[in-house]
């Protein structure tokens, strides 16, 4: 689950390798010497989020229009295709490869008005220089050999691939503008925030990121979010004046918004794991049936949780490039050694009442490693933000460990 759920902000957006953007200096700059006519117009296009899970995030895009010709095309990122060579497996892996594409404007414009999204464009005042390098900046990025590039969901998808190239063409006007400055957000707080309208695929997620997702961010880092690129963009000043023309929206759309922060969710686990516990605790020590079956079901599933959503924490640690789900400090709640309690509990709900002694020491050891990431949260090297997951859990541990003896 915890890997599904990755799944959708590894889909969100794409990402670009910037160590590629460095050979074709020269060559874009020489595209751009040749006697173009009359400058292109180039605006960012914002698109509000949709409705299906990977569309909670949004998407931009580049338009550029020809005053010649009066043709309008949207250079998007972040298309990928499931019928890759090895699609699957290098996501897995944290290698994932997708690719930049040249759409007509009016095509995605039809598109996203099906889907009841939010259209909105800012018009770029670029200078002409600026503009014509960005243009072929963009029909050399666009080309087959340079389309594809690497996916990594913050540093640089759909959204910094934009940012990247309009930061190119102002001469890196946009990150001197925009780094340093913050509201205080985290990578995790704005995901979590974006995929608050689909709960179940938000906590996934909030499991399955480290502490490197915890970091304060900038306006510049920040950016990976579309509509956070369409404000900093606002606020930049391209030297006589505004970048950014007032927005003009194109169509209003209909789908629930993403709220300002995520919700706060220490207190209800808190109290959901107090009374979690309690109830486990209250069915415990019975040899009578009626209470011996629902809690060593409830535990044989709580177990099983724990210790294959640990299995999945410890291969996205070690097994994969996804860096942001490095060092989870959750693996301290969702503990593999679950696993070897599952024998002893399914024991219990099938009647066979003796003593586990090793089963017992396990269930502790299992307790005490939930009870020592609550107290590494007094460490300064223990940042990630996993406290509700922490009071949620350790009741439950603490249950299970003083419930795990032979019924009276």
């Known amino acids: 689950m915890v890997a599904c759920a990755l799944l959708v902000l590894f889909q969100a957006c794409a990402i670009a390798d910037n160590a590629s953007a460095q050979p074709q200096t020269e060559t874009v700059a020489a595209e751009s010497r040749t006697d173009p006519g009359p400058p292109p117009e180039v605006s960012l296009l914002t698109i509000g989020p949709g409705e299906i899970f990977f569309e909670r995030f949004g998407h931009n895009a580049i338009v550029v229009r020809d005053p010649a010709s009066g043709r309008a095309v949207a250079y998007n990122y972040g298309i990928f295709d499931f019928d890759q060579q090895d699609f699957l497996l290098n996501f897995a892996r944290g290698r994932m490869r997708y690719r930049m594409a040249v759409d007509e404007l009016d095509d995605d414009l039809e598109m996203y008005r099906e889907e009841r999204r939010e259209i909105v464009e800012q018009r770029l005042a670029l200078t002409p220089p600026q503009a014509r390098d960005l243009v072929a900046f963009l029909e050399w990025n666009a080309r087959p050999e340079n389309a594809q590039y690497r996916y990594d969901y913050f540093e640089a998808n759909c959204s910094t691939r934009v940012r990247d190239a309009l930061d190119r063409a102002l001469g890196g006007a946009l990150h001197a503008q925009s780094e340093g400055r913050s509201r205080g957000y985290t990578w995790r707080l704005d995901a979590l925030r974006l995929m608050a309208p689909e709960p179940v695929l938000m906590l996934l997620i909030d499991l399955g990121l ?3 997702a915890d970091q304060r961010i900038d306006y510049w880092q920040e950016s990976f979010v579309p509509a956070t690129l369409a404000d900093v963009v606002t606020g930049v000043n391209n030297g006589s004046g505004a970048l950014a023309a007032p927005a003009a929206t194109l169509a209003r759309g209909d789908v629930e918004p993403a ?128 406290l509700h997951w922490i009071v949620l859990l350790l009741p439950i541990h603490l249950a299970l460990a003083l419930r795990l003896r032979r019924p009276a």
């Open 259 to 386: 709220p300002v922060l995520p919700p706060d969710l220490r207190w209800p686990f808190l109290g959901l794991g107090i009374v979690l516990g309690a109830i486990v605790y209250t069915l415990g020590g019975s040899a009578s049936a009626a209470r011996r079956v629902p809690l060593a079901t409830f535990a044989l599933l709580f177990e099983l949780f724990c210790g294959v959503g640990g299995l999945l924490l410890l291969f996205l640690w070690f097994g994969t490039e996804h860096r942001a789900a490095w060092r989870n400090e959750n693996l301290l709640l969702l503990n593999p050694l679950c696993l070897a309690l599952l024998p002893a509990w399914f024991g219990i709900a099938r009647g066979r009442l003796r003593d586990r002694p090793r089963a017992r020491a396990i269930a502790w050891i299992v307790a005490v490693i939930a009870a020592i990431a609550l107290f590494s949260k007094i460490l300064p090297t223990f940042a990630q933000a996993n």
């Open 210 to 212: 480290g502490p490197y």
